[in-house]
Protein backbone atom coordinates (compact mmCIF):
# COMPACT_ATOMS: atom_id res chain seq x y z
CA UNK A 1 0.00 0.00 0.00
CA UNK A 2 2.38 2.81 1.49
CA UNK A 3 0.45 5.65 -0.31
CA UNK A 4 3.09 8.50 -1.10
CA UNK A 5 1.15 11.79 -1.03
CA UNK A 6 2.38 14.97 -1.54
CA UNK A 7 2.63 16.80 1.61
CA UNK A 8 4.41 20.33 0.43
CA UNK A 9 0.91 21.25 -1.50
CA UNK A 10 -1.06 20.69 2.40
CA UNK A 11 -3.28 23.52 2.39
CA UNK A 12 -3.97 24.98 5.86
CA UNK A 13 -7.57 24.97 4.61
CA UNK A 14 -7.26 21.56 4.02
CA UNK A 15 -5.48 20.64 7.25
CA UNK A 16 -7.79 21.83 9.48
CA UNK A 17 -10.90 20.24 7.39
CA UNK A 18 -9.13 17.06 8.08
CA UNK A 19 -8.51 17.27 12.43
CA UNK A 20 -12.07 18.98 12.09
CA UNK A 21 -13.84 15.41 13.24
CA UNK A 22 -13.00 13.89 16.74
CA UNK A 23 -12.27 10.48 15.57
CA UNK A 24 -9.18 11.74 12.64
CA UNK A 25 -8.06 14.00 15.20
CA UNK A 26 -7.39 11.80 17.98
CA UNK A 27 -6.60 9.09 15.84
CA UNK A 28 -3.47 11.54 14.58
CA UNK A 29 -2.97 12.58 18.33
CA UNK A 30 -2.27 8.96 18.97
CA UNK A 31 -0.19 8.45 16.10
CA UNK A 32 2.03 11.50 17.38
CA UNK A 33 2.80 9.58 20.37
CA UNK A 34 3.46 6.09 18.70
CA UNK A 35 5.49 5.04 16.04
CA UNK A 36 2.82 3.51 13.86
CA UNK A 37 -0.23 1.70 14.67
CA UNK A 38 -2.67 -0.97 13.50
CA UNK A 39 -5.92 -0.46 12.63
CA UNK A 40 -7.08 -3.15 15.15
CA UNK A 41 -5.30 -0.93 17.62
CA UNK A 42 -7.24 2.03 16.75
CA UNK A 43 -10.40 0.64 16.76
CA UNK A 44 -9.40 -0.46 20.64
CA UNK A 45 -8.62 2.83 21.60
CA UNK A 46 -11.75 4.62 20.33
CA UNK A 47 -13.91 2.35 20.94
CA UNK A 48 -15.47 1.64 17.13
CA UNK A 49 -15.80 -0.21 14.02
CA UNK A 50 -13.03 -1.14 11.69
CA UNK A 51 -15.22 0.54 8.85
CA UNK A 52 -15.50 3.65 10.09
CA UNK A 53 -11.90 3.65 11.46
CA UNK A 54 -10.86 2.54 8.04
CA UNK A 55 -12.76 5.19 6.39
CA UNK A 56 -11.37 7.83 8.40
CA UNK A 57 -7.98 6.60 7.97
CA UNK A 58 -8.43 6.98 4.24
CA UNK A 59 -9.88 10.64 4.36
CA UNK A 60 -6.44 11.13 6.53
CA UNK A 61 -4.30 9.89 3.93
CA UNK A 62 -5.80 11.77 0.92
CA UNK A 63 -4.98 14.65 2.97
CA UNK A 64 -1.29 13.77 2.97
CA UNK A 65 -1.48 13.44 6.87
CA UNK A 66 -0.72 9.42 7.21
CA UNK A 67 1.16 6.31 5.42
CA UNK A 68 0.07 2.98 5.57
CA UNK A 69 1.83 -0.35 5.11
CA UNK A 70 0.79 -3.25 4.97
CA UNK A 71 2.27 -6.37 7.43
CA UNK A 72 1.15 -9.55 6.56
CA UNK A 73 -2.79 -8.91 7.01
CA UNK A 74 -2.62 -5.88 8.81
CA UNK A 75 -2.21 -2.02 7.74
CA UNK A 76 -0.33 -0.26 9.72
CA UNK A 77 -0.37 3.63 9.96
CA UNK A 78 2.05 6.55 10.99
CA UNK A 79 2.24 10.16 10.76
CA UNK A 80 3.38 11.32 7.30
CA UNK A 81 7.02 11.88 7.54
CA UNK A 82 7.71 14.99 4.89
CA UNK A 83 4.31 16.76 6.62
CA UNK A 84 5.48 21.00 6.57
CA UNK A 85 6.84 21.70 9.92
CA UNK A 86 3.82 24.11 10.77
CA UNK A 87 1.54 21.16 10.29
CA UNK A 88 3.97 18.86 12.60
CA UNK A 89 3.82 21.35 15.54
CA UNK A 90 0.38 21.89 15.59
CA UNK A 91 -0.41 18.15 16.03
CA UNK A 92 2.65 17.67 18.55
CA UNK A 93 1.35 21.05 20.60
CA UNK A 94 -1.93 20.12 20.67
CA UNK A 95 -1.22 16.66 22.01
CA UNK A 96 1.07 18.08 24.47
CA UNK A 97 -1.40 20.53 25.82
CA UNK A 98 -4.80 18.35 25.82
CA UNK A 99 -3.77 15.23 27.20
CA UNK A 100 -6.84 14.96 28.33
CA UNK A 101 -8.60 14.83 25.22
CA UNK A 102 -7.16 11.81 24.13
CA UNK A 103 -6.92 10.12 28.28
CA UNK A 104 -9.51 7.65 27.50
CA UNK A 105 -8.13 6.24 23.83
CA UNK A 106 -4.66 6.05 25.61
CA UNK A 107 -6.05 3.87 28.21
CA UNK A 108 -8.12 1.67 26.12
CA UNK A 109 -4.60 1.50 23.80
CA UNK A 110 -3.09 -1.83 23.79
CA UNK A 111 -0.63 -2.18 20.83
CA UNK A 112 0.68 -5.48 19.51
CA UNK A 113 -2.91 -7.25 19.94
CA UNK A 114 -3.34 -7.59 16.03
Known amino acids: MNTETNCSALSPLSFFKCLSEDTRLKTLLLLSEYTSLCV ?3 TTALDISQPKISRHLADLRKCGLVLDERKGKWVYYRLHP ?4 W ?10 HNVEFVAQARAN ?3 GNC
Open 40 to 42: CDL
Open 82 to 85: DLPG
Open 87 to 96: ASDVIHNTAK
Open 109 to 111: LKT
